[in-house]
């Protein structure tokens, strides 16, 4: 069959697709059985703590024998969920290495300080809570949820996060659309209300229930009610009318052509990933005819927060997945939950109490310069160059201290580690926790890592650099309150901006906003704290003066706080702390469209540049990320979010939580643990729709081949074909 005949039959199953949306308007739809529900706040899971049984040794003859030692380099959420799945077993000794000892949790934790000077000459002098940036959780975060709830004593996960929260997205021109929370939904066709004289016929076709109303509310949630992810969010979708950006029906419409590609690309198939990680998501985009009002309007502005580069920097499988994770993967897979405070000191602080209790040793300011390993005479082979690597994991304290020395040790051990300290410390296993350009820095420098296969690449991994800016502002004489969205309803920023963000606390902007030149290609998000934040709340910090006897110096710690997190921020970078302050406070009035906050309103001014730290998915790169685990003969492994990537569907942290677990279980299985906590929870299956789409795509593969060229949408391919005639 030829390759034209090949694309035509692939045209002919997205029109089926298509055609079987539109009936699905009409009423017919057939029964849709799924193990997901969606109403849960959060995915608790029976078994998922399942225990390693060893079948040659008994607990207590490993108790008698020599500790092996494990040393888990990096200590964000892999680095702590590896350490997590491993520390109930008593017949090993783990070491976390920690390269600051500001905080605790990496980039996604925070710490506190005493700002003395904000950069522009002023300063409070009080401790302030600081992040490299604001993370979410969001709802298919299934391993992340498991790890809170059921792993870390002290952390109840409601008293942690907030609800799920409504985001509006902007683009260069204006507010384009509020992202509705779609899993809370008590329509959802997945929840039987019990009603079912108009469901079910004789023939075991469920229909849908009719609209509740004939509204234009009703009738729009009972077509999304219809219709697979992210379908249902773009008709739910609050457009703008009043915005510049307006989306065309021929816009939305050719959102459709990506449905080949869809269809086609399978998030957990290695073939998939080498097949489209070496085209630029601007191709894939551009096959699939998704046309220039859908791409600045939607597109953009989606790719600059979630994979944080433009459509010609990212890889179209990194596109593909990120959007299949964050919007197709299950209805209301885009709902997202903010924690309420410092997640150092809300999750990580309890959560590494809990591991040294359990005889976790982590040492804070530890900072590797180079891996080695011992020759069968028992000498290292030492690394030619040492490199100062900064492995972004914190913690606020050193533990104590262990003698470690090769000179002191009697047990012949696997590796050595050389600390920028000058401390040794030998080991039996390595897990590496760090991001892909941290590993490249200490793979240069060691041997016992740049002499594997899986290594040969990493120094051709890139970064992303973000810049978080955190504004601690004189409030507002007038509170604006009965504001929606947030944990609190309640703000002291200026009114016009207050009413600007009334439906979210959260504003998820693309680039070029307003003409900012260092934003041209930089993406960012705007955070309202007092209405995230319990520290910062109105309502919070009322009540503590009023437990205080109206004490003036609790009030005087009221600040309208609010944040801005740059992402691909390389020129905000390097400039000073009161210039990259006055393009935040730039941006976030050309974005909501009101008067710029003044310079002299910032009490206090938090900056943290995080270079090149949050992995980067360009063109390519998927060919450089390795398994669990880098040495077949050996014991390093590796975890992290830039991990394993054609493996579990998932993205960010819950990448992170999950190639941390599989890390550990590698390990566990290599060593004959019987106490690790390591299983992982799959990956929300396929929509019905969807997984319709990809039996037919499969199909279609194994009957005529495909060239390895994305997919293009019916009207491109019409446009190609008649062209060449």
């Known amino acids: 069959m030829t390759t034209q005949s090949s694309l035509l039959l692939l045209r002919l199953v997205q029109i089926a697709t298509l055609v079987s949306s539109v009936l699905a308007f009409a009423g017919i739809s057939t029964t849709i059985s799924t193990n997901v529900n969606h109403s849960n706040r959060y995915f608790p899971t029976t078994g998922s703590t399942k225990l390693h049984a060893s079948s040659s040794s008994s607990s207590s003859e490993h108790s008698n024998a020599t500790k092996k030692r494990v040393v888990i380099i990096g200590g964000g959420w892999a680095g702590y969920s590896a350490t997590e799945s491993l520390s109930q077993n008593p017949n090993i000794e783990i070491i976390l290495l920690d390269a600051s000892s500001k905080a605790r949790g990496g980039l996604a934790g925070g710490y506190r300080e005493s700002i003395s000077d904000t950069g522009t000459g002023t300063g409070s002098g009080k401790e302030r809570p600081v992040e490299a940036g604001i993370h979410g959780f969001w709802r298919e975060y299934r391993n992340t949820f498991d790890m809170m709830d059921n792993m ?18 902007y683009s260069k021109s204006g507010k384009v659309a509020l992202a ?34 004939l509204d234009e509310a009703s009738i729009r949630q009972f077509l ?35 449905l080949g590609a869809w269809a086609d690309f399978e998030q957990e198939s290695k073939e998939s990933w080498e097949r489209y990680d070496t085209i630029p998501a601007s191709v894939l985009f551009e096959k699939a005819g998704v046309t220039e009002g859908l791409y600045e309007e939607l597109v953009s502005p989606l790719l600059h927060v979630l994979p944080m580069c433009p459509a010609y920097d990212c890889s179209a499988a990194a596109a593909l997945s990120c959007f299949h994770v964050f919007a197709l993967q299950s209805r209301g897979a885009f709902d997202v939950r903010w924690c309420n405070g410092s997640i150092s000191e809300q999750i990580f602080g309890p959560w590494q109490d809990q591991l040294e209790g359990r005889g976790v040793v982590v040492k804070g300011g530890s900072r590797v310069l180079s891996i080695n390993h011992y020759d069968n005479d028992g000498d290292t082979v030492e690394a030619d160059v040492e490199a100062d690597v900064d492995v972004d994991v914190k913690s606020d304290r050193v533990a104590e201290e262990v003698s470690t020395s090769t000179n002191t040790s009697t047990t012949k051990r696997e590796y050595k580690i050389c600390l920028q300290d000058k401390e040794d410390i030998d080991c039996d296993a390595i897990i590496l926790a760090v991001g892909g350009t941290a590993m490249g820095k200490i793979a240069a420098s060691s041997p016992a890592i740049s002499s594997l296969e899986a290594s040969k690449d990493f120094d051709k991994l890139r970064g992303v650099t973000c810049v978080a800016v955190r504004l601690f502002l004189q409030p507002d004489a007038s509170i604006t309150d009965g504001l929606g969205g947030g944990l609190y309803d309640k703000t002291q920023l200026p009114p016009d901006m207050a009413q600007a963000m009334k439906d979210s606390p959260v504003a998820v902007c693309g680039a070029n906003i307003g003409g900012i030149q260092e934003l041209k290609e930089t993406g960012f998000c705007i955070y309202d704290l007092q209405r995230m934040h319990k520290e910062f709340s109105i309502d919070e910090n009322s009540a503590t003066s009023e437990n205080d006897g109206g004490n003036a110096d609790a009030d005087e710690d009221e600040v309208a706080v609010l944040e801005v997190d740059f992402y691909r921020a390389d020129d905000l970078a390097n400039m000073s702390n009161d210039e990259i302050a006055n393009i935040a406070l730039e941006a976030v009035a050309a974005t909501l469209g009101t008067k710029k906050i003044n310079m002299d309103r910032i009490i206090d001014l938090a900056v943290v540049r995080a270079r090149n730290a949050v992995s980067h998915f360009s063109p390519k790169s998927a060919i450089y990320s390795p398994g669990v685990k880098l040495d077949d003969k050996g014991h390093i492994y590796i975890c992290g979010d830039w991990v394993d990537r054609s493996g579990h569907a998932s993205w960010s942290t819950e990448k992170a939580v999950v190639t941390g677990r599989q890390a550990a279980d590698r390990l566990s ?20 729709q969807l997984s319709a789409l990809r039996k037919s795509a499969r199909l279609l593969r194994t009957i005529a081949p495909l060239p390895n060229v994305v997919p293009p949408s019916p009207w491109v391919f019409a446009k190609e074909f008649l062209s060449q005639r």
């Not at 009610?225 to 009318?241: C, H, I, K």
């Not at 950006?245 to 459709?256: F, N």
């Open 152 to 169: 870390i004593e002290g952390v109840e996960i409601d008293n942690v996060l907030g609800d799920y929260t409504p985001c509006a997205l």
């Open 224 to 258: 999304a009610d219809q219709l697979p992810p992210p379908l249902d969010l773009a008709l739910l979708a609050e457009f703008d009318p009043n915005s510049k950006s307006q989306l065309s029906p021929i816009d939305r419409i050719s959102a459709i052509g990506l």
């Open 180 to 213: 509705p929370v779609l899993g809370n939904n008590d329509n959802d066709t997945g929840n039987d209300d019990g009603n079912n004289d108009n469901n079910d016929n004789n023939d075991g076709v469920k229909l849908p229930p009719f609209p509740k109303g």
């Open 669 to 688: 299985q290599d060593w004959d643990l019987q106490f690790s906590h390591c299983d992982v929870i799959p990956a929300a299956e396929d929509t019905a």
